[in-house]
Antibody, heavy 129, light 107 residues
Framework: EVQLVESGGGLIQPGGSLRLSCAAS????????MSWVRQAPGKGLEWVSV???????YYADSVKGRFTISRDSSKNSLYLQMNGLRVEDTAVYYC???????????????????????WGKGTTVTVSS | DIQMTQSPSSLSASVGDRVTITCRAS??????LNWYQQKPGKAPKLLIY???ILQSGVPSRFSGSGSGTDFTLTINNLQPEDFATYYC?????????FGQGTKLEIK
């Protein structure tokens, strides 16, 4: 069964650090795009970060320079290292698998659709003094 | 960055109704648009990707259309389990922003 299970959330003081983990089963993390999405209490979904199967990483402006996405093939897991945490980082953090679909291509490259087809149940991060 | 704007923010409808939710991108994103459904306390669920392709296992009463900057999610013959919050998301370029959500409530 394809599954994602997040862990590592908790209560942390502003300025602190936390590392979220996302254990995958039923597929290979390193072969897929993988994303983190968060949802503050009572708010909508916020895209946080993605790591491509080739290793390229991208971040939302709100977390750039503070958060780092990574993966460990031996553990088939995805991670989100969060430093310099702020009250506004309080949220449920979801990891998700992205599937890709080839879109339009030029003579030199193709642009891929990607969409999150498998999600974990989320882990809660609370930043408060 | 590409901004995604959904309308309406909330919507009341009855079982059996047909509803349409709109998503507008701040610049052209071709068909690089996904739709998700989220119920309270649950993770989002993928409904449609590439603007109009129905995810496996999603009922055919859900459909998506649009290209460029304007997109719609249509739900025909609303069922009780469809009352939830719906989000669009663009995958044209990072950051892959979501819309603010549309909450579909029972009338």
């Amino acid at each position: 069964e394809v599954q994602l299970v997040e862990s590592g959330g908790g209560l942390i003081q502003p300025g602190g650090s936390l590392r979220l983990s996302c254990a995958a089963s039923g597929f290979t993390v390193s072969s897929n795009y993988m994303s983190w999405v968060r949802q503050a209490p009572g708010k909508g979904l916020e895209w946080v970060s993605v790591i491509y199967n080739g290793g390229n990483t991208y971040y939302a402006d709100s977390v750039k320079g503070r958060f780092t996405i990574s993966r460990d093939s031996s553990k088939n897991s995805l991670y989100l290292q969060m430093n310099g945490l702020r009250v506004e980082d309080t949220a449920v953090y979801y990891c998700a698998r992205d599937r890709t679909l080839k879109g339009y291509c030029t003579s030199t490259s193709c642009r891929y659709h990607y969409y999150m087809d498998v999600w974990g149940k989320g882990t809660t991060v609370t930043v408060s003094s | 960055d590409i901004q995604m704007t959904q309308s309406p923010s909330s919507l009341s409808a009855s079982v059996g109704d047909r509803v349409t939710i709109t998503c507008r991108a701040s610049q052209s994103i071709s068909s690089y648009l996904n739709w998700y459904q989220q119920k309270p306390g649950k993770a989002p669920k993928l409904l449609i990707y590439a603007a109009s392709i129905l995810q496996s296992g999603v009922p055919s009463r859900f459909s998506g259309s649009g290209s460029g900057t304007d997109f719609t999610l249509t739900i025909n013959n609303l069922q009780p389990e469809d009352f939830a919050t719906y989000y669009c998301q663009q995958s044209f370029s990072t950051p892959n922003n979501f819309g603010q959500g549309t909450k579909l409530e029972i009338k």
